[in-house]
């Protein structure tokens, strides 16, 4: 059984107000994780309010200012989620802040309610963005770690993007983190963004299955502008269509107040790992222009 209408939100079906896309915890269902995805027409702005979440504005494409209690960030930004890692800001629970941008672009806007809030807005330097190529062969992929324990201090906030090239594999071997286990996985809400290249001719796969316990079966054809939400299960893999190179935004958050990631593989599939040993790096990689 398919629950890819649940799951599965395409393009312009979850666009609200002067977002393109607009994932709250109420629209999903869940407590914590967000993302909202907004467009700036050249000289446009707009004013984010975080109530009780805190933000990132990561730019996809184009550059912004980000004006928030008296300081303002510049953030250069890129061509495209391609080209290179970013900058970005960092934006606390229970503030506002000023989104704007002189030549326009597009801008992830990643969420985590919280009801800490020691942190306050900050930037972030592209060059200090740790960027991992992880897996081999055609399992390679490229991980840029923005916001996660270790690389960028945040409440709850969990966030990275992942590259893939045509004809690749990522998020395999499947792996979930739904349940609290000290030591060994944590209990993170997911959602996976896309972005293709090849205009409207690209396109790629995502999968999500559950366990017994608690079913779940998603197999859904994914394009630029996509969604898909992750409640629970194992997710992957993140399948690139050859030809047409693969990217998403992960963002995630959970009850936990350790802020970790802890992730375990389908036991079914894990061994894939051990092969990596013996496979080169794809040279496709690293993507762009990265520090």
């Known amino acids: 059984m398919s629950d890819t209408g649940t799951y599965h939100l395409p393009k312009g079906t979850s666009a609200e107000g002067p977002y393109d896309l607009q994932v709250t915890p109420e629209s999903a269902g869940w407590g914590y ?21 805190e933000f990132l504005v990561l730019p996809l494409a184009g550059s912004c200012t980000v004006t928030t ?21 960092y934006v606390p629970r229970a503030s506002q802040a000023l989104i704007s941008s002189v030549h326009g672009g597009r801008f992830a806007l990643p969420s985590a309610r919280t009801e800490q809030g020691g942190h306050s807005a ?8 740790p960027v991992e190529l992880r897996g081999a062969g ?38 979930k983190h739904d349940e609290a286990r000290p030591g060994v996985e944590s209990q993170l809400e997911e959602i996976y963004y896309f972005e293709i290249s090849g205009g409207e001719n690209g396109f790629g796969y995502q999968r999500v299955y559950g366990t017994p316990e608690r079913p779940m ?34 963002v995630m958050a959970g009850p936990g107040q350790d802020r970790a990631w802890l992730i375990c593989d389908d036991p079914a599939h894990g061994w894939v790992r051990a092969t990596w040993d013996t496979q080169d790096v794809d040279d496709r990689l690293p993507f762009g222009e990265n520090p």
Do not use: M
């Not at 467009?39 to 109530?51: F, Q």
């Not at 900050?122 to 963005?129: F, L, N």
């Not at 502008?225 to 050859?242: M, R």
């Open 33 to 53: 994780s967000g993302l909202r995805i907004l467009t700036l027409e050249p000289g446009g702005e707009h004013v984010l309010s975080t109530g009780e979440s």
């Open 69 to 89: 209690d008296g300081t303002a960030f510049e953030l250069a930004g890129r061509a495209d989620v391609f080209a290179s890692v970013t900058d970005f800001a």
């Open 122 to 129: 900050r930037y972030g330097r592209k060059e200090d963005v």
């Open 138 to 175: 055609p399992c390679s992929r490229q991980v840029n770690n923005y916001c996660l324990p270790g690389t960028f201090d945040a409440e709850q906030l969990l966030v990275c993007e992942v590259l893939t090239p045509g004809g690749n594999w990522s998020s395999y071997p499947p792996h």
């Open 217 to 250: 079966d998603v197999l859904a054809e994914i394009r630029s502008g996509d969604t898909v939400l992750i409640p629970h299960g194992w997710h992957g893999p993140s399948i690139a269509a050859p030809g047409y190179d693969l990217y998403y935004l992960n």
